[in-house]
């Protein structure tokens, strides 16, 4: 079953398959009290009776008796404490205290790592009375990260404050949520690290994936937390403790990702498939970040083989060998702001798109859990339009009956506008700033647009948003550009998306290097790359081709 998205579509011929999921999972537990100072202080009464013995002091004990249980607790049990230095990431640490025995359930590790945290203070005053504030300047208190195994969510992470209020972390993934309701439901599939390339009941593995995409998931995630994180709370406030006063978290989401993973036939096709994507889409979309991280030299060679069809005994041993694969894997990145898009590849042959939201404040759609959905919702958004942006530079084209149209005047509502005049360096610099800005997530103002358009145009040239706003009405009744609804903002429609990066790339990358082809590469040896080569060949015939028109170039 393949997604109806555009990019999909365009390479579903080399596809086996694909499926939707959200990936890791952030939430913030927290208690409201502990927000406020009279909060604490309304705290610290239901627990102690009393605020008299409220101070500085006091609140540091607590942190020194919580880091001392967690530690007594452990040598008691044969739990390792590992200690996290600054700088080195705390999962690598612990996963390799991973048990074994796929039975065990509960903590098997705790990683302590120094991190920045809001601390209060209190001020007595003279008078006998006080007041709680946040202490000035960064404050480093540790951190316990109890690594849990849990049966619904595998590996689980809890990272807890050690100063009161006890904020804390729950970290979950998505992907590991699945593969467990898959297991007990008998669907098979295999697994390679954090994706799926293979499933007997695709249909079955994708009605799982829904669950964390439904109202249902807001009753799952908060099962897990409190299944795990008043247990962990334990070290500082006994259960007794915690019913004398009140303590009760609240839970939000703080990041989420949301994945689309496209499933190739074999390595090398999809290889080369996102190769060519990067090639021709890191400049359009501005993508500044494309990270490779190297591997192993070659992905294998291998079609998915049929239930009947023999498979031979070097295959075999192949894929034995094969359990935990590193390739070269490339990571191409686009930012807006807090949010985030991504493409690369996981295994063997899994091409993973993906939208990150690093601070679902960004998404403008609420963060407590029971918004879990809707900020599920809105990923799905991100991802869908920045894959319609990639799918329209990647597959670009303009017929000649719009290139004909485009310096001919039109009409937006009563308006008469001038036409697109593409030899203008102003209305190509406002072509590729609009291509550029195709992606982002919720459309994009004219002061967006005006000052992408003076990086383009370079120092010293002016640009304002009143020129963006004529020059996005030229685009408006092309039908390129439409404006979102009660919305002061526009986005890009597909086959706006399309045309334009056609004829930009038409001009920059086909017509221009021939004209000028001494300004594209120098007469010699090609350049190493497909795209370099041809242009060398493209050079040589039409070298040729002048000589014989009488040409000077």
Request: aromatic share 10%; glycine share 8%.
């Amino acid at each position: 079953m393949l997604a109806q998205d555009a990019f999909t579509q365009h390479y579903a011929e080399l596809l086996a398959g694909s499926y939707d999921a959200v990936d890791r999972i952030v939430l913030n537990a927290y208690f409201a009290l502990g927000g406020s100072g009279g909060g604490m202080r309304r705290w610290w009464r239901d627990l102690h009776g009393n605020d008299s013995n409220l101070t500085t002091e006091a609140l540091t004990n607590m942190a020194g008796v919580f880091a001392r249980r967690v530690r007594g607790w452990a040598k008691k049990h044969n739990i390792p404490v590992l200690k996290c230095p600054s700088g080195e990431r705390s999962h690598e640490l612990a996963e390799k205290h991973i048990p074994k025995d796929e039975n065990f359930r509960g903590i098997f590790a705790v990683v302590v790592k120094r991190s920045p945290a809001p601390v209060w203070e209190v001020l007595r005053f003279k008078s006998g009375g006080f007041h709680l504030r946040h202490r000035a300047g960064k404050i480093f208190v540790n951190h316990f990260a109890f690594q849990i195994m849990d049966d619904d969510w595998g590996h689980v992470v809890i990272r807890m404050s050690g100063s009161p209020p006890f904020r804390a972390m729950v970290i979950l993934n998505g992907h590991e949520f699945v593969a467990r309701q898959a297991r007990r439901r008998g669907i098979a599939f295999t697994k390679e690290g954090n994706c799926f390339t293979s499933t007997a009941d695709p249909e079955g593995l994708m009605e799982i994936a829904k669950r964390l995409q439904s109202p249902e998931a807001v009753g799952i995630l908060r099962q897990v937390c409190e299944r795990w994180v008043y247990s962990c709370l334990c070290f500082a406030l006994t259960l007794e403790e915690q019913e004398r006063s009140r303590f009760r978290y609240k839970f939000s989401v703080f990041q989420a990702e949301y994945s689309r993973n496209l499933l190739f036939r074999n390595g090398q096709q999809m290889d080369q498939v996102f190769n060519g994507v990067i090639e021709r889409t890191r400049s359009g979309i501005n993508a500044k970040t494309v990270r490779t991280i190297f591997g192993s030299s070659k992905r294998p060679y291998w079609h998915e083989h049929k239930a009947d069809s023999p498979v031979s005994e070097q295959a075999r041993r192949f894929e034995k060998v094969i359990e935990r694969p590193e390739y070269d894997m490339t990571v191409f990145k686009a930012n807006f702001k807090r949010l985030a898009a991504k493409v690369y590849t996981k295994g063997a042959r899994v091409l993973r798109i993906e939208a990150v939201a690093h601070n679902t404040q960004d998404l403008r759609c609420g963060r407590v859990l029971e918004r879990f959905a809707d900020i599920v919702s809105k990923l799905s958004a991100v991802l869908e339009r920045f894959m319609a942006a990639m799918s329209g530079i990647d597959a670009a084209w303009i017929t000649d009956e719009t290139l004909e149209q485009l310096p001919a005047p039109s009409q937006v509502g009563n308006t008469r506008v001038g036409g697109i005049d593409a030899n203008k360096p102003r209305m190509r610099a406002v072509i590729a700033a609009v291509v550029e800005l195709s992606a982002t997530p919720f459309g994009f103002t004219t002061a967006m647009l005006a000052d992408r358009v003076r990086v383009i145009l370079g120092p010293g040239r002016t640009y304002t948003p009143r020129q963006a706003a004529y020059d996005l009405k030229k685009l408006r009744a092309k039908g390129f550009v439409r404006k979102k609804d009660k919305q002061r903002c526009y986005e890009v429609t597909l086959e706006g998306v399309r045309i334009l990066a056609g004829l930009f790339v038409l001009r920059e990358k086909v017509l221009k290097p021939l004209l000028t082809y001494r300004g594209r590469l120098k007469p010699g040896r090609p350049m190493p790359g497909a795209v370099n080569e041809a242009y060398h060949t493209l050079q040589r015939d039409m070298q040729h081709l002048f000589g014989i028109l009488n040409l000077v170039a």
